[in-house]
């Protein structure tokens, strides 16, 4: 059965530092998100890309995190520096359809700033 | 701006017993409606959806349901079982042309053997 893929699994990082977690969407889907889910709440978005181009980042804290899907297939999410706030879930999702039907999640990235 | 509100925060039933989760929406123009369960570690995993021209659907035991009018859906398990203890999210997808889903705060449903 065809997966979202995450890498790492789980990150701690110092404050200030810089953290990259990976994403390989299911074969064929065009677009991808990013969530970050909070302990004890919901997912919220903070990047979605339509093939390559970013189309939602109204939530994407510009000044410290960026995301890119260069070839339109994997996908790198960073954090510079890492605040002790950014300790989250980092969720990948991708869905097959231009509007996004069903989205299909990885395992998340747990990452801890200490 | 676009909401979800999910209720319970918490559920917990006998083995046996059936269990209802119910949210409500305000975007009116939402159209999609997906539930997800996410076990302690793990990522969620999409376990039943409905879209808004349809009113009920059922997959074996877990059934949803939507109200238009009213702005809300619920999740219905029956014959709950001991796998079935985790936290369940439900989700809508919002009236932009990105396909946004907006999450609930999610339950975390405890089923007692």
């Known amino acids: 059965e065809a997966e979202v893929a995450q890498s790492p699994r789980y990150k701690i990082t110092e404050k200030s530092q810089a953290v990259a977690f990976w994403c390989d969407p299911i074969?064929?889907?065009?677009?991808l998100y990013w969530y970050r889910q909070i302990l004890g709440q919901g997912p919220e978005l903070l990047v979605q890309?339509?093939?390559?181009?970013?189309?939602?980042d109204s939530q994407l804290p510009k000044d410290r995190f960026s995301a890119e899907r260069l070839k339109g297939v994997d996908s790198t999410l960073k954090i510079q520096p890492a605040e002790l706030g950014d300790s989250a879930m980092y969720l990948c999702a991708s869905s097959p359809g231009a509007l996004g039907t069903e989205a299909f999640f990885g395992q998340g990235t747990r990452l801890t700033v200490v | 701006g676009e909401n979800v509100e999910q209720h319970p925060s918490t559920l917990s039933v006998q083995e046996g017993d059936s269990a209802v989760i119910k949210c409500t929406y305000s975007d009116s123009a939402s159209n999609y409606f997906p539930w997800y369960k996410q076990e302690l570690g793990k990522g969620p995993q999409l376990i039943i959806d409905?879209?808004?021209?349809?009113g009920e659907k059922k997959d074996q035991r877990i059934a949803v349901t939507l109200n238009k009018t009213a702005k809300h859906f619920s999740l219905h398990i029956t014959e709950t079982q001991p796998e079935d203890s985790a936290v369940y999210f439900c989700a809508a997808r919002g009236s932009s042309n990105t396909g946004k889903l907006i999450f609930g705060q999610g339950t975390t449903l405890q089923v007692k053997p």
């Open positions: 409905i879209r808004s021209n349809v």
């Open positions: 890309f339509q093939d390559e181009s970013v189309v939602d």
């Open positions: 074969s064929g889907h065009a677009t």
